[in-house]
């Protein structure tokens, strides 16, 4: 019994020694992690914030990127530009007038602003022929095409733009400046304690600057009117006829313009004769004149 007793004995105290190195071990290894965790925690919260930043550094850029192309989108899209077309109408010699009337009361319907309108009537040298100016809203332009492609054959259809943003941006930024400037000059003539003397010159500067105002406020209008607008320049040609465009067309321009031809040469010849009658009757007075003082030293 004894020597179990013993035996167990030295078995609890081999546990209590274990016991106390397992412990002591653990508290040994604790400082590592701990010492090991807190620089890799400190590195975490590092790169966490180094991302945090670079994300709001991106987003300030961003934001600045997108703050300063809205401005530049605006002035891009801020274009004034001046459209024009250039067209060339054939039509039958003898429905000209009626498809000239035509265009000018469609233009009339669709709000235009009319330039010029000619026609020329047919002459006996020549056919008829017409052009036709205007402007009208760029929405009725489509309109207006349409019908001139009814009442003839389009030969010819040019297109061209030309840029007014500059022209108009100085002219808005006068306006501005002169009217800033007229207004403090206006401000200036209530003043009760300026010299009359100063008062005549803020006067004639308000004049002057009135002037200047109003000179680019018509400029500013009439470029406007370029932009607002569409302008469309016509031409109305005849039609040639059979002859004219065949193998016998030089022939037959020959022939008609053979009477032109003869006309213009009789009339240049008339022109002579009427402007040398004059010389003529000179010409005869001389001739008298020297044969009668030649006879004179002869009879003596």
């Known amino acids: 019994m004894k020597k179990y007793s013993l035996i167990g004995f030295l078995i609890g105290i081999t546990c209590l020694v274990l016991a106390a190195c397992g412990n002591q071990n653990a508290s040994s290894e604790a400082p590592e992690y701990s010492s090991l965790a807190a620089p890799m925690g400190k590195m975490a919260v590092d790169s966490m914030s180094k991302v945090a930043s670079t994300r709001d550094t991106s987003n300030s850029a961003e934001q600045s990127l997108t703050e300063m192309s809205e401005p530049i989108a605006d002035n891009a899209a801020k274009k004034y530009i001046a459209l024009r077309h250039h067209l060339q109408i054939e039509t039958v010699a003898e429905n000209m007038q009626a498809n000239f009337d035509a265009a000018l009361k469609h233009c009339e319907a669709l709000n235009c602003q009319l330039l010029s309108a000619n026609y020329n009537q047919e002459t006996e040298y020549s056919p008829p022929s017409a052009s036709l100016s205007v402007r009208l809203p760029p929405r009725n332009v489509p309109i207006f095409l349409s019908g001139l492609a009814k009442n003839g054959e389009v ?61 680019i406020a018509s400029v500013r209008k009439m470029l406007a009117l370029e932009t607002d607008l569409v302008a469309v320049n016509i031409d109305f040609t005849a039609a ?61």
């Open 155 to 215: 030969l010819q259809h040019n297109r061209d733009s030309e840029d007014k943003t500059i022209q108009v941006v100085d002219a808005e930024a006068r306006i501005k400046n002169l009217t800033d400037l007229r207004d403090r000059l206006r401000l200036m003539l209530h003043d009760k304690t300026a010299k009359f003397k100063d008062i005549i010159d803020v006067e004639r500067e308000l004049a002057n600057t009135q002037s200047e105002l109003d000179s």
């Open 240 to 300: 040639q006829g059979v002859t004219e465009q065949g193998f016998f067309a030089p022939v037959a321009r020959a022939l008609k313009n053979a009477g032109q031809v003869l006309m213009e040469s009789i009339g240049q010849v008339i022109t002579f004769v009427v402007g040398a009658i004059p010389w003529l009757f000179i010409g005869i007075f001389m001739l008298w004149l020297v044969r009668k003082f030649w006879r004179k030293p002869k009879a003596n």
